[in-house]
């Protein structure tokens, strides 16, 4: 009977979880990868405790807060919180209905989740680990005092509710790259640490197409406004920003920021084969991120930050040397797509076309930047190309505006100075000396 009882409170909390789930978190309870997820964490979490409560020890080194950390990372906080309620009172009562349990285990559960929330660095997960066993500890001591126990009991109990926190510590940093391996996931740590300019393929593209390198970090700064206008995952974006056309680096003398001045490659080419060329930048970008294992997240960016667009200006050319009874496939002149699926995708792909764009602003004044970007991001609604996102209008005046304040200080100029009129002595040639003054040298 007794485990009879235990298998129903479990059904009976876990179909409390996935009601909540199915109401505020539709696409985690429609997402494979992310019950999945969250089950086998739980699953592990269940067989671990099982062991700590036949073990010689005070049930308080549970390490709930470690499950809840790890889902809060690889799902989201609120589902780690929904976890932490549902096994704080599941495993308080398996381990003999103490309210003390239920209460430490879920203060320790919740503020680790918190903690680590928007984590971007492994030292996050230690602090989480360390702040959640503290918590605990001090519920510990609380209940101790409110229960006028021995002070050596409840501190001792206290001190293992600390070592259940610093337990924590080592299940995330263990089950998280495990995890992030076997789901194709991507935490905000992982992201960081692709967002590293020394990686080899940005070095790779510093070399071989030094205009794209640029383009991209500047795209990514424009992502990276945008995303926080709106409350997207700016760190995502800026990543995926900056591996986005890594697919130039083979055949980057195509592409105008990496010309430098020389005559165009597509000078002697066909408007057909020039756009070839142009739409295989994505094809290519893909096979070479997965040569260098990038992440499924970052891969996305690279086949949809184009989307299904139309290259205008090839397919302009190719209008013009077209004869009457002939027929255009527009379609050759389109990228394969898929359109953006996300809006950090979306984000990149306007972002991508306002840079481009705005480079050939021969006087990029606020009124102009801000008409450069309306008319682009209002032909790409046009061309359906935010259909498959969940942009709205309210974000895309955000974005506006966050594109325009940013590129709006990249083309800031500095103020013309008068000049110096007053004859120099000799070759005018000046030098700082370290008394703060200029001396001039030249002959006497």
């Given at each position: 009977p007794y485990l009879t009882g235990i298998l129903f409170l479990l059904i009976v909390l876990m179909g409390v979880g996935i009601s909540y789930l199915a109401v505020?978190?539709?696409?985690?309870?429609?997402?494979?990868?992310?019950?999945?997820?969250i089950l086998i964490n739980c699953l592990i979490l269940i067989v671990i405790s099982q062991f700590l409560i036949?073990?010689?020890?005070?049930?308080?080194?549970?390490?709930l807060s470690g499950c809840a950390m790890l889902v809060a990372l690889l799902v989201n906080a609120n589902t780690a919180f929904i976890v932490s309620i549902i096994f704080s009172i599941f495993l308080g009562v398996v381990a003999g209905g103490k309210i003390e349990i239920i209460i430490a285990l879920f203060v320790a559960g919740f503020i680790g989740a918190y903690m680590v929330r928007d984590a971007r660095r492994r030292s996050r997960i230690i602090l989480a680990g360390i702040v959640s066993g503290a918590a605990s500890m001090f519920a510990?001591?609380?209940?101790?005092?409110?229960?006028?126990?021995?002070?050596?009991?409840?501190?001792?109990?206290?001190?293992?509710?600390?070592?259940?926190?610093?337990?924590?510590?080592?299940?995330?940093?263990?089950?998280?790259?495990?995890?992030?391996?076997?789901?194709?996931?991507?935490?905000n740590i992982t992201l960081l640490e692709l967002s590293d300019l020394n990686h080899p393929l940005l070095k790779e593209l510093t070399l071989n197409a030094p205009g794209t390198y640029q383009h991209c970090v500047v795209v990514g700064n424009l992502a990276d406004a945008a995303c926080?206008?709106?409350?997207a995952n700016s760190l995502l974006a800026k990543v995926g920003a900056y591996y986005h056309d890594i697919g130039k680096i083979e055949k980057g003398e195509y592409f105008s920021e990496n010309e430098m001045g020389a005559q165009s490659k597509h000078s002697?080419?066909?408007?057909?084969?020039?756009?070839?060329?142009?739409?295989?930048?994505?094809?290519?970008?893909?096979?070479?991120?997965k040569k260098y294992n990038l992440n499924?997240?970052?891969?996305?960016?690279?086949?949809?930050?184009h989307g299904t667009g139309l290259i205008y200006y090839f397919y302009q050319r190719a209008l013009e040397k077209v004869k009457d009874n002939e027929a255009l496939n527009e379609d050759e002149f389109r990228y394969p797509g898929?359109?953006?699926?996300?809006?950090?995708?979306a984000i990149v792909l306007l972002a991508d076309?306002?840079?481009?764009?705005?480079?050939?602003?021969?006087?990029?004044?606020?009124?102009?930047?801000?008409g450069l970007v309306q008319k682009i991001i209002n032909n790409k609604f046009i061309d359906n190309q935010l259909d498959e996102c969940d942009l709205t209008l309210k974000d895309l005046n955000k974005i506006a505006a966050s594109f325009v304040r940013v590129l709006t200080a990249v083309f800031h100029t500095r103020l013309d100075y008068p000049k110096n009129n007053k004859k120099k002595n000799g070759n005018g040639m000046k030098k700082f000396n370290f008394k703060g003054k200029f001396r001039t040298y030249g002959n006497k």
């Open positions: 505020m978190e539709k696409k985690i309870i429609t997402s494979p990868k992310d019950v999945s997820i036949q073990a010689p020890y005070p049930d308080y080194v549970i390490p510990i001591m609380a209940i101790g005092l409110l229960n006028n126990l021995d002070f050596k009991i409840y501190m001792y109990e206290a001190l293992w509710g600390f070592a259940g926190g610093v337990f924590s510590i080592f299940w995330v940093m263990g089950f998280l790259p495990l995890f992030e391996y076997l789901f194709k996931t991507t935490t926080e206008a709106i409350g002697k080419l066909t408007p057909s084969m020039s756009a070839l060329i142009i739409t295989n930048h994505v094809k290519d970008g893909i096979d070479l991120a499924p997240k970052v891969i996305d960016f690279i086949a949809q930050h898929p359109k953006p699926q996300t809006k950090e995708a076309s306002v840079e481009a764009s705005s480079r050939a602003l021969s006087d990029p004044t606020p009124g102009r930047i801000r």
